[in-house]
């Protein structure tokens, strides 16, 4: 049981290029989303998905890209780099989307992102 | 506008003492708070939750206490080993919310001497 499963786990851009960040899960989870954590900020939502088919914004969606074409798989899209994009993005999952005591995120190792 | 507060973002402890982290919230509608550790290069971990309708939760050397009236909760962790250096996360959210969110604070780094 691999848990969530996030690929590359560096990447370095340039400004204006684009790139996916992967995200897979193997626990038939319901809910998916994407956080980034940058100093002093703590962590943000960025998207999230309650299922296959469904996505939405979080707290900073503003540049970024999301689809959930199946349950185990949830990619970020970052269409035209920009420095202020440079940061550590962490994919979490949980099995339940209407019970959140009772089922909580379980976090992927993250993905550290630099543009330049 | 934060919703989460951490307003210390560092703690240092010896080993075999209490550490006590706090959290403060804004939002009078949260009503479900857990606790991650982060260490590292890894990904954040659950370590506690409570949820507004008790005032203690207590799992091991690990106790949140909820004071809703102040809108503040802490975890104290009893006794502290040096394994449990790494950073806290505090997070809210509502549960009957539509979108099921997590808010998180800045987090506190904790580090417990030998």
């Known amino acids: 049981n691999a848990g969530v499963t996030q690929t590359p786990k560096f990447q370095v851009l340039k400004t204006g290029q684009s790139m996916t960040l992967q995200c897979a899960q193997d626990m038939n989870h319901e809910y998916m989303s994407w956080y980034r954590q940058d100093p002093g900020m703590g962590l943000r939502l960025i998207h999230y998905?309650?299922?296959?088919?469904?996505?939405d914004q979080g707290e900073v969606p503003n540049g970024y890209n999301v689809s959930r074409s199946t349950t185990e798989d949830f990619p970020l899209r970052l269409l035209s780099a920009a420095p202020s994009q440079t940061s550590v993005y962490f994919c979490?999952?949980?099995?339940?989307?209407?019970?959140?005591?009772?089922?909580?995120?379980?976090f992927g190792a993250g993905s550290r992102l630099t543009v330049l | 506008d934060q919703q989460v507060k951490q307003n210390s973002p560092s703690l240092s402890v010896q080993e075999g003492r209490i550490s006590i982290l706090n959290c403060d919230y804004t939002?009078?509608?949260?009503?479900?708070f857990l606790w991650y550790k982060k260490y590292p290069a890894e990904g954040p971990t659950f370590l506690i939750s409570i949820s507004s309708i008790k005032d203690k939760n207590e799992d091991g050397r690990f106790t949140v206490f909820l004071n809703k009236s102040a809108k503040h909760l802490s975890l104290h962790i009893v006794p502290s080993q040096p394994g449990d250096s790494a950073v806290y996360f505090c997070?809210?959210?509502?549960?009957?919310?539509?979108?099921?969110?997590?808010?998180f604070g800045k987090g506190t780094l904790l580090t417990v001497n030998p």
């Open positions: 939002n009078s509608m949260f009503d479900y």
């Open positions: 998905s309650v299922g296959a088919g469904i996505t």
């Open positions: 979490a999952s949980r099995r339940d989307r209407r019970i959140l005591g009772a089922n909580v995120l379980t």
């Open positions: 997070a809210a959210s509502v549960s009957g919310g539509s979108n099921y969110k997590l808010t």
